[in-house]
C-alpha cells in the first residue's frame, strides 16, 4: 500500500514505535507527533496504547487535548487499547475524562484475570477487509485491555470478541481494544490507511 498521505502517530507514551513498524510494512508514510504543530498536513492520526492516565495527563500539560478534538473533527483517528479509551466518550473503573469522539461507554482493565492479557482469535466483519484474507479469523493481543461496554447507534462493530466488540467504527474513527500493531497480520492497519485515503465508506 503506497501513497502520499502521511500518518501521525501520538508518540508520548505506550506503544508507538510497533504502530510505525506495522505502517512502514505497508510503505505507509508516518510522522510522531508530540505537539500541536505537527498535525499540520497529516492524513490521520493514531493513539497507541499505553496507559490512559498518563497519556490523559500529558494531553493537558502540553495542551493537546484540543487540538487533537479539531484534527478528528476533519481526519481519520485511530485509537488502540488506551488510546480507544481515550476516545470512548464514557469512561469506567474507574470515570476520567476523554476526548469524548466515539459514542461508547468503555470499562478499563475489564476482562478477567484470564484474558486481561492473552492472544485470543477474534471474527473480523466482512467490511474490515475484502482482500483474500478477509473474514478469516484475526489474532488479537490483548494487554490489560478495555471492555466496551455500550455503544451508540452510529457506531458500526467491525470484530467482536465473545460477543463483545473489540474494534469499532464511528465515521472518521477507529477504536479498537486489542494491538493489531503487536501481529503480523496488517489488515487493521490497511483498513484505517485507507480510511486515511478516502477508500472506505462512512
Ligand atoms: N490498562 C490501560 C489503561 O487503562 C490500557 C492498556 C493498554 O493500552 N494496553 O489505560
Not at 59 to 73: D, K, S
Not at 120 to 148: H, N
Amino acid at each position: 500500500m503506497s501513497g502520499s498521505c502521511v500518518i501521525g502517530i501520538l508518540a508520548i507514551q505506550g506503544d508507538f514505535q510497533a504502530h510505525s513498524l506495522a505502517l512502514a510494512r505497508l510503505g505507509v508514510q508516518f510522522g510522531f507527533v508530540r505537539k500541536a504543530s505537527e498535525f499540520c498536513g497529516l492524513a490521520g492520526l493514531i493513539l497507541p496504547g499505553g496507559e490512559s492516565t498518563t497519556l490523559l495527563q500529558f494531553l493537558r500539560e502540553e495542551e493537546l487535548f484540543e487540538p487533537i478534538r479539531q484534527f478528528a473533527q476533519a481526519h481519520p483517528v485511530f485509537g488502540t487499547c488506551a488510546g480507544a479509551i481515550l476516545m470512548a466518550d464514557k469512561v469506567e473503573n474507574p470515570s476520567q475524562p476523554s476526548l469524548e469522539l466515539v459514542r461508547m461507554t468503555i470499562r478499563r482493565n475489564a476482562y478477567g484475570r484470564q484474558l486481561a492479557s492473552s492472544i485470543q482469535t477474534i471474527d473480523p466483519e466482512p467490511d474490515l477487509d475484502t482482500g483474500p484474507e478477509a473474514r478469516t479469523p484475526l489474532e488479537a493481543v490483548l494487554i490489560r485491555a478495555p471492555v466496551i461496554l455500550e455503544i451508540g447507534r452510529e457506531v458500526r462493530v467491525l470484530a467482536r470478541l465473545e460477543g463483545r466488540p473489540v474494534l469499532v467504527r464511528q465515521g472518521l474513527w477507529l477504536a479498537g481494544t486489542f494491538h493489531p500493531e503487536l501481529t503480523a497480520d496488517s489488515r487493521v492497519h490497511r483498513y484505517f490507511c485507507r480510511m486515511a485515503s478516502n477508500q472506505t465508506l462512512l
